[in-house]
């Protein structure tokens, strides 16, 4: 028997209406059922649903629907569902002005809704769905989002929600299964459509083969294209080097894209050299102030949809000074657009370690004999260069790092328990990929080893993890993703294998996160203490939780090898003191959240409640990274200027001014989307470019 408790069939829902934009309508499906009926044949049910219509001089219109559950069953004695609480579905036309874009945004919500099925044996507490449809009638206008929480999942009195996020999928013996749901998209490339429809979960019913989705929410908007037309100018700046040594030579590229639908004339690209730099050298049309340090391309007219990539290079003088961070910055205009700027490159200036010559040993080849405490048998260095071992380096014997007996700290790695897989091999210029040879003899039987490839980083004294993948039974790949040079060796580590990351677009970060103990993925769901076969799950959001103790390691919140000791973790006293009376604040998670909030570099989502198993957003990432660069010994921190966004203005009040500059990255159309949520792949991508930001 299928219930609405306390609710009327076909009653409207209070859902208002504005006018000029078109009318909001919500209402319950009719429930036909007789009192007293356990069985009906053929019966299609919707269950609690609200539907919103608006249009205005179409193809100006937005439609959503949200129910909290979409039935076509044959038998409906096997399920019941308590206590809904209200839906509401919106669509608005926010601008009809026929010389401008139209905007039309479409919102279905589902709030509050408690279900219980399966005779009582399945619990979905305060579950909310929202189905989310913009279209602005511009280039990559169109937007289409669904996302989902719940309070808690219970099945036969016991919380199931944790594993099921861990897995995705969950058995309810005897008949039952429980899943995620899933959701598609489709937004046009020129902004005129966007449709979503998404459920947050399955229930299939395996005797009758019976689905129930749960949790519906469906949105469309539709616009039309504007008939006004303007440029709007969007810049990137690269360089090809995140660490540099005085003499060695920086090539910048500026990319300049008129994402709008005119062109954009007299555009005018600026670029003040910074002071380090000497032997500037323009290419593509520009030209070199020496007086003013300015390097100037006169563009001219850049069309619509066009783009333009200028580039000139200089020498870091042989005066900086190691640890120097050299910035640059490009600023643009046209007549018809205000002055904009890139994003901010940063290159930190290395001196060669000491007690090295210079002169030959510079070819290629591998070095042979010992190396520190390594026993016999050097390692060789391909891809972009040779190795320059010590016996090979001329004029002077190059002392390399120790590799045996380590101080604790000195490997940033994730477990105690190293092995010494081959002695350490000095490469000049490996490039973005190269090979180094161990020996995996020297595993001394210990399968649970892996060879994992490290730099030696001269300024923190620190053997660090590179992404590293193996290339036969005595070599690996390493992925320098950071332009490291120097000294280079394998260690066996400890450490989990995952699922989900082979060819993901983030499988290289992936890699190298969880060579620094900052990946900790899923438990595997056949066996839960494995190290092998854990989901990594980088395509699902990462949570407030997720995010804080991934941020508290990088401080040193967990003890062994670390980045930084900045953070200790609080003893259980100084735990349940900061924490009394806060909710939203996982088990698992409760020293690292409670040090993150003494420390300042978390606060809840409400007063005392941190939702720690709730997505983060964009902005709230953004400022969490920022007060952690506050902890960091000699960062200087400075606040970032987004007034260049067209969506700055959806920046919260209480994250103005406190997100550091050259956190939160905005896309080439011109926004920064701080109130979306981040992936758990795209977290891991923030936070490796946060760590090379930081000199690692």
Same mark, same amino acid.
């Given at each position: 028997?299928?219930?609405a ?17 078109g ?15 356990s069985f ?12 919103a ?9 937005a439609?959503?629907?949200s ?9 409906l ?19 009809y002005?026929?010389?401008q874009?139209?905007?039309v945004?479409?919102?279905?919500n ?20 929202q189905?989310r ?9 169109a ?6 929480s ?7 009195g ?5 594993d ?9 013996p005897?008949?039952?299964?429980l ?10 490339s ?10 947050a ?39 090809d080097?995140g660490?540099?040594?005085p003499?060695d030579?920086?090539?910048y ?16 690209v ?25 390097v ?6 850049l069309g ?16 900086v000074?190691?640890?120097t ?7 643009y ?10 994003n ?9 370690? %000491? /007690? @090295?010559? !210079? $002169? #030959? =040993?510079? *070819? +290629?080849g591998? &070095?042979?004999?010992?190396? %520190? /405490? @390594?026993? !016999? $048998? #050097? =390692?060789? *260095? +391909?891809?972009? &260069? ?8 001329? $004029? #002077?014997e ?36 190269f090979?180094?040879d161990?020996?995996?003899a ?7 080893r ?7 980083n001269e300024?923190?004294?620190?053997w ?5 993948y193996?290339a ?7 992925v ?24 993901h677009?983030?499988?290289?970060t992936?890699?190298?996160?969880n ?5 900790e ?5 056949q066996?839960p ?11 699902r ?13 990088i ?18 006293a100084?735990c ?5 009376g ?5 088990k ?24 720690g ?5 964009r ?5 969490m990274?920022?007060n ?5 010994p ?19 009040e209480?994250?103005?001014g406190a997100i550091?500059?050259g ?12 109130q979306?949520d ?10 490796l470019?946060?760590?090379?930001a930081?000199?690692?």
């Open positions: 028997m299928l219930t408790k306390a609710l009327e069939a076909n009653k409207p829902l209070a859902v208002n209406s504005v006018p000029g934009q009318t909001r309508e919500g209402a319950l499906a009719k429930l036909e059922i007789p009192s007293g009926v009906l044949p053929a019966v299609e049910v919707s269950g609690l649903s609200a539907q219509d608006t249009s205005f001089g179409a193809p100006w219109r439609s959503a629907q129910s909290i559950s979409q039935i076509s069953i044959k038998e004695g096997i399920s019941k569902f308590l206590a809904v609480n209200a839906l509401q579905s919106t669509s608005r036309v926010e601008s002005n026929y010389c874009p139209v905007k945004v479409s919102e279905s589902g709030s509050g809704a408690t279900i219980v099925a399966l005779g009582g044996n399945l619990e979905i507490e305060g579950l909310r769905v189905a449809a913009e279209a602005t009638g511009k280039p990559g206008g937007k289409a989002s669904f996302t989902w719940v309070a808690d999942i219970k099945f036969m016991k919380s199931i929600l944790k099921l996020r861990a897995s995705g999928r969950l058995d309810l005897p008949l039952a299964r899943s995620l749901g899933s959701a598609s998209r489709d937004c046009a020129d902004g005129t459509y966007a449709r979503v429809s998404g459920s979960l399955r229930l299939e019913l395996l005797l009758n083969n019976i689905v129930i989705d749960i949790g519906h929410a469906q949105a469309t908007a539709r616009t039309s294209a504007p008939t006004a037309l303007a440029p709007v100018l969007v810049g990137e700046k690269s360089v080097k660490t540099a040594r003499g030579t920086l090539n590229t500026i990319t300049l894209k008129n994402t709008g639908t005119a062109p954009a004339t007299s555009v005018v600026t670029d003040q050299v910074d002071g380090s730099l000497s032997n500037v050298v323009v290419q593509d049309g520009g030209s070199y102030d020496a007086s003013s340090r300015t100037t391309w006169q563009v001219g007219t619509a949809g066009q783009s333009v990539s200028l580039r000139f290079s200089a020498v870091i003088r042989s005066d000074a190691s640890g961070v050299i910035k640059d910055t490009a600023v205009k046209s007549s018809e657009t205000q002055p904009g700027s890139t901010t490159t940063e290159t930190t200036v290395s001196l060669p370690s %000491s /007690g @090295g010559g !210079s $002169g #030959g =040993g510079s *070819g +290629g591998s &070095g042979s004999g010992g190396g %520190s /405490g @390594g026993g !016999s $048998g #050097g =390692g060789s *260095g +391909g891809g972009g &260069g040779g190795a320059t071992t010590p016996e090979a380096s001329g $004029g #002077g190059a002392v390399p790092p120790p590799v045996e007996a380590l101080p604790e700290g000195t490997i940033v790695d994730r477990m105690p328990g190293y092995l010494v897989f081959s002695a350490p091999v000095k490469l000049d210029d490996p490039g973005s990929e090979y180094l161990y020996d995996p020297r595993s001394d039987n210990n399968p649970d892996h060879p994992r490839a490290y730099y030696w300024r923190f004294k620190k660090v993890a590179l992404a590293t193996p036969g039974e005595k070599r690996v790949k390493v320098n993703d950071g332009n490291y040079k120097g000294w280079f060796t394998v260690f066996g580590v400890i450490e989990p294998s995952f699922t989900g990351v082979t060819g677009w983030a499988e290289n992936a890699n190298r996160m060579g620094l103990g900052l990946l993925g899923y438990p595997n769901p066996d203490a494995s190290l092998s076969g854990r989901p990594a799950g980088l395509d959001p990462i949570t407030r939780a997720e995010f804080v103790c991934v941020l508290t390691r401080l040193g919140m967990n003890p062994g090898d670390v980045m930084y000791n900045v953070l200790k973790r609080p003893s259980p100084e349940d003191l900061i924490l009394e806060y909710k939203g604040v996982p698992w998670a409760r020293y690292n959240i409670a040090a993150a909030i003494a420390s300042g570099i978390a606060v809840g989502r409400a007063p005392r409640d941190f939702a198993d709730e997505p983060i957003t902005v709230e990432a953004a400022v990274v920022s952690l660069l506050k902890k960091v000699g960062y200087q921190w400075k606040p970032a200027d987004f007034s260049n966004f067209k969506d700055a203005s959806e920046i919260p209480w994250a103005r550091a500059e956190i939160l990255r905005g896309y080439l159309d011109g926004t920064i989307k701080p979306n981040i992936t758990r792949a795209e977290a891991l991508t923030v936070l470019r946060l760590i090379r930081l000199g690692w």
